[in-house]
Each structure stands twice: as structure tokens, then as C-alpha cells.
């Protein structure tokens, strides 16, 4: 959501361009620039992709420094005016900011109380204008007052009319930054400095600083600081992709993550981790995050409490700090996260800390804020997602949090951790014939809702799968358990009507089925989908028996969504929709 990226080189602009387009899959709707020359600065902006930016940027003599952004709208409209940079009235100063200023509405009214004017709707124009109030000659001084007023988060990159340097700041939003001889990069992601840097540094709440080709400089509110400068590992940052789609492409990497985590998680790493977990006195666990780690966390309190015998409760993230949660030392906080950068995930994090919790992660990006700051790190493995929609990580969430629950069985209950399933699930997994997922998903791509129930851990995927084909193909599409049917959601049911139905349970599939043939009297096409072979009496009344590959009962469901994921894939595709980027959403949700 929203990334910026500042360049002290020659030809910035070219290179600010070629950056912008890394950050392309946090999501964006606009996107700008401001390159600074010997003739000053230089300020180009566009509505919508990238492309329509770059067609605009003109080649700049002698240009050496330069910020880019790109917006996702929050305050105001995607368009020219609200685009980033912003510049000051007195045009001494120009800034590109990724987060929210909460305050922004007062600080705004105070300004204008100074005879100060707005050109925009957003809140980062008030920062601009407050660079020009504060301003007393000395730079950093003027950028330290900025700042302390400013409630919300911010990653700011600045440039200032009479400075050869880029100044920043940090607060609650990614920033890093790189240099290579005398160039420096500053953004909201690492993957910018690919085929750059080999180092970087990683900017922590509160510091802001001073860039130029000679020097970095970082303070705080107490003085200046040092960051320690960290190796680049390029391996995670494979975000090259030969298929037509990043989408297609994760999807297809999600046995390789699962080869990568087996690898990784032996018996003895798993006993090492929590080693020094006392467990005697841990009375509950919640698992916590949002959308598609949501799901992984419905899943993963089935799998751990299994494990443990311990209470687990799932909350949604953006809930959990208004839930008053009652938690404290006896319990186990477990946040997931792909990105570790989502707000409500960390701000999640902070009440379970300062209740005392325990917190474990879940996360693929090992450099994210939530990442470093879990008691114990679960890294995922599986490799740099750039799809919007979450697919392999998914998988992968499912996996370690599949490890995590022996694991934690073992401290518990003394049980045995059980690795054979993996081994099972890395030789039966299948991806499904391309051909029958082509015809599912083109049978489906015409209808405007579709439903879909299960009963247990069937109905969790269920939800994800859902969510797979809403976000990629806008179709909405509903989950219901199987046993709801009869108290309400039956009336929705019409002539035609799809409702697909998960039965992968062996426990449970007579009584789904029933369901079905419930559903089915109504008027509904049923679409079974089944690892079981299903009597022929059955099977010739339904629209479509979908069979999956059968695995260990505990990782099925790693089996099962992949075909779901590959059936919204193509439905996206089919539509003419791009599912790398589906509209009005962003890959990495920075803002509450
Ligand atoms: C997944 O397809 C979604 N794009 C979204 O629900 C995502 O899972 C959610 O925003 C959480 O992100 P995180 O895992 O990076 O915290």
C-alpha cells in the first residue's frame, strides 16, 4: 500500500521509474516523481499505472537526485492533485510519504488558521506545509519538529530546495535504505535494491536521517543513532517470473515452498526454537491476522489444539485490540502474516506484548517489522509473493503452523512430532489437470454469485477459496457451513444456482452430501469436490463430482485449496481481469 522510493545518482528519474515498478504489487493508483537539477526541481505526476507516469517523464539535464512514490488512495481521490510528491508552498521543500497522518484534520485547520492553502485532499500535503513553518535554516532540526507533532505512521522521503541529500523518517511504516559507492537508495522495500546495494539498513520507529552521496546520517529524538548495516540475501527476492502471471507463478512455487520448509523444520530446529518455552503454565492460545492469514489461523487453532489439548481462539486482527481480549502470561499469541507489515496485525502484536502474552509469528518476509520483533520467529519460506491474491504463502502458513502444532504437542503433552505427513504431502501433491480447472472455471466465470458450504476444516477452505475468486474475479462469491442450509441460506437458493460443495472429510461427507441433496432439490447445480469415490446413484445427479488428490487428513487441506486457487486463477484470466492486481486492493495493508 503505497511505496515510495528516493535516488541519489545520476539520471534518477530513469532509475526512479524502473523502481516504482518493484513496488508496483503493494497496490497503487497513482504514482509520481520529483527529480532534482541544477535548475531545481522537476515534478511529474499520473493517475493509474506506472506506464502512463513514465510516458510523461521527460529526460532532465544534469538531474542527481531524486523521490518517487505510489499512491494508494486514502485521503482524496486517485488523481494529479493528490498524487505524491507534495511540495511546500514556498516550494523549498518536496516529500513523498507512505502511511496515514491521523491528526491531519487539525493540523491542517491550524495551518490554515496561518494563512496557509491546500491544493489537495490528503493528509501528507499538511507535512509540506509544516517543513515550511517549522523551517529555521537547519534542516534536520525543522525535520525533527515535523515530525513530533504527527500522530498516525510515516515513511517520509524528502528533498530540500538548497540540500544536495535526501532527508527521512521513519514511524510504523517499512523504510530501508542502500548505497553503492556513491549512489543511495531509500524505499519502502528491499526489493528495490536488487542489482544494487549488498547491504542496507533497516530504519526503526522514530528515526529520521540524512542521505548523500558522501555520508548517511541517523538520529532519534535524543541524538544521533547507528543502525547496524545488513546483508542483502538475493535468494529471497526471486520476483522475476516467467509465467503470464505472478499468480501462476506462486501458485506453481507452492511445492517447492513445501520442499523449502521441510528442509528447513527438522525435528531437532523444531525442539531448538522452543526450547526455552515454558508451556506449564500457558492456558489459552489466539491466533491472529486478516484475510487469507485469518483463514490459516481457523485452520492452524484446528490443527494446535488437536496437538495440545489447549484452547484456541481465531480473531481477526482489526478486532482484536477493540475485543478487550482477556489475555496475559498464561497465554500463547500467534500472529500471521505474509507480509509482517499489515497495521492491524501489528498493532495486534503491541496490546499481546503489553498484556504479557507470549507471540510467535508466522511471516514470509523475515526483514518485516513483525518479524523482528515475536518472541519466536516461524519463518514460511516460501520465497517473495508479488500477487495481490496470497496463494503459496497460504500453503505455506498451513504447513508451519502444522509444525508449530506438533511442535507445541510436544512441549505439552510429551507427544511425538510427527514429520511423516510432509514427506507423504511432497510426493502425493498434484496441481490437477490444467485442462478440467480451464473447463470448471470457464462453466463459472459467468455467474455474478456462487456458493459454497462445507462442514469442518472443509468449510475454512471454503472461505479461502472464496476469497480467492471475489478478489480475483469480482464474483460474489458466499460460504455457508453445510449444516446452515436449512436456517436461512437455503432461500437464496434459484434455478441454477452453483453451490460447491467441499467434502474432503471422510467423517463427515455422508452428512455434507445430504446437504447437497438438499441444496440440490432446490434447484442447485452441485459441484462436489472430493479426494472419495462417490457412489454412481450420487454422482449422476450432480452438475460435477471434482476429485483431489488424497493426503494425510491433517495437510488435505494444502491439497485441497490449490485447485481453488488455480480454478480463480483461470477464472480471472478468463474474464479478462488481471489477477496480479485486482482493482482497489493492495498487496501489503499498511494502514488500519
Ligand atoms: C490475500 O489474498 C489477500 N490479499 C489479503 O487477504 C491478505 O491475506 C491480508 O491482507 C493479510 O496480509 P498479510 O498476510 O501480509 O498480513
Redesign the pocket.
Known amino acids: 500500500m503505497c511505496g515510495i522510493v528516493c535516488y541519489i545518482g545520476k539520471k534518477p528519474e530513469k532509475i526512479l521509474i524502473e523502481k516504482l515498478k518493484r513496488l508496483e504489487y503493494r497496490g497503487y493508483d497513482s504514482a509520481g516523481i520529483a527529480v532534482k537539477s541544477d535548475k531545481g526541481f522537476d515534478i511529474f505526476k499520473a493517475k493509474g499505472e506506472i506506464k502512463n507516469l513514465e510516458s510523461k517523464v521527460k529526460e532532465i539535464d544534469n538531474s542527481y537526485l531524486g523521490i518517487g512514490h505510489t499512491r494508494w488512495a486514502t485521503h482524496g481521490k486517485p488523481d494529479e492533485a493528490n498524487a505524491h510528491p507534495h511540495i511546500s508552498t514556498d516550494k523549498k521543500w518536496v516529500i513523498v510519504h507512505n502511511g496515514i497522518i491521523e491528526n491531519y484534520s487539525s493540523l491542517r485547520d491550524k495551518l490554515i488558521g496561518f494563512g496557509y492553502e491546500f491544493y489537495s485532499e490528503t493528509d501528507t500535503e499538511i507535512i509540506a506545509k509544516l517543513l515550511q513553518y517549522y523551517d529555521n535554516g537547519n534542516a534536520l532540526e525543522t525535520i525533527r519538529q515535523t515530525i513530533s507533532v504527527l500522530k498516525g505512521s510515516f515513511a517520509l522521503g524528502i528533498m530540500k530546495q538548497d540540500v544536495d541529500g535526501i532527508f527521512f523518517a521513519k514511524s510504523k511504516s517499512p523504510l530501508f535504505i542502500s548505497k553503492n559507492e556513491e549512489n543511495v537508495m531509500v524505499a519502502s522495500d528491499i526489493i528495490c535494491f536488487k542489482n544494487f546495494g549488498d547491504t542496507f539498513y533497516q530504519l526503526s520507529d522514530g528515526v529520521f536521517g540524512f542521505a548523500s552521496s558522501k555520508k548517511i546520517e541517523f538520529y532519534d529524538k535524543f541524538g544521533s543513532v547507528n543502525i547496524k548495516e545488513e546483508k542483502l540475501d538475493l535468494n529471497e527476492m526471486d520476483d522475476e517470473n516467467k509465467y503470464e502471471h505472478f499468480m501462476l507463478k506462486e501458485i506453481y512455487e507452492t511445492k517447492p515452498a513445501i520442499k523449502n520448509i521441510s528442509e528447513f523444520y527438522s525435528k531437532q530446529r523444531l525442539l531448538e526454537i522452543f526450547e526455552n518455552l515454558n508451556v506449564k503454565n500457558i492456558r489459552k492460545i489466539k491466533l491472529v ?6 483463514h490459516a489461523a481457523l485452520m492452524g487453532a484446528d490443527m494446535i489444539e488437536k496437538a495440545t489439548d489447549i484452547d484456541c481462539e481465531v480473531v481477526v ?1 482489526s478486532e482484536f485490540r477493540y475485543s478487550e481480549p482477556r489475555i496475559g502470561e498464561d497465554t500463547i499469541v500467534i500472529l ?7 497495521a492491524d ?1 501489528l498493532a495486534a502484536f503491541e496490546l499481546a506484548k503489553q498484556k504479557g502474552a507470549i507471540t510467535i509469528g508466522i511471516i ?1 518476509i523475515e526483514y518485516s517489522a513483525l518479524a523482528k520483533k515475536v518472541d519466536y520467529l516461524l519463518p514460511i519460506k516460501a520465497g517473495v509473493e508479488v500477487a ?4 503459496k ?2 500453503s505455506a502458513q498451513l504447513l508451519v503452523l502444522y509444525l508449530l502444532s506438533q511442535a507445541l504437542g510436544n512441549k505439552v503433552k510429551n507427544s511425538e512430532i510427527d514429520l511423516s505427513t510432509v514427506k507423504t504431502l511432497i510426493n502425493d501433491f498434484d496441481y490437477g489437470t490444467t485442462k478440467e480447472l480451464q473447463d470448471l472455471a470457464e462453466y463459472l466465470r459467468y455467474n455474478d454469485k456462487l456458493f459454497m458450504i462445507g462442514r469442518g476444516k472443509d468449510y475454512f477452505t471454503a472461505l479461502e477459496a472464496s ?2 475468486i471475489k ?1 480475483t474475479s469480482y464474483i460474489n462469491s458466499d460460504t455457508y457451513y453445510a449444516g446452515e442450509l436449512k436456517h436461512g441460506f437455503l432461500a437464496l437458493i434459484e434455478e441454477d444456482t452453483f453451490v460447491i460443495v467441499f467434502a474432503t472429510d471422510k467423517k463427515l461427507i455422508d452428512k455434507t452430501i445430504s446437504n447437497a441433496e438438499e441444496a440440490r432439490a432446490r434447484g442447485a447445480k452441485i459441484i462436489l469436490f472430493t479426494p472419495f469415490d462417490i457412489d454412481k446413484g450420487i454422482t449422476d445427479k450432480f452438475f460435477k463430482v471434482f476429485k483431489v488428490k488424497k493426503t494425510d487428513d491433517r495437510l488435505q487441506c494444502i491439497e485441497n485449496i490449490t485447485m481453488w486457487q488455480l480454478i480463480a486463477y483461470y477464472i480471472s484470466v478468463n474474464k479478462g481481469i488481471n489477477p496480479d492486481k485486482p482493482r482497489n ?1 493492495a ?3 499498511t494502514v488500519e
Open positions: 491476522g486478516c484475510g487469507t492469514a485469518y486482527a500471521i502474516s505474509q507480509s509482517g507489515e499489515t496485525t514470509n495481490v491474491a496470497s496463494t504463502a497460504y476469497l480467492k478478489e486492493l498487496k501489503s495493508v
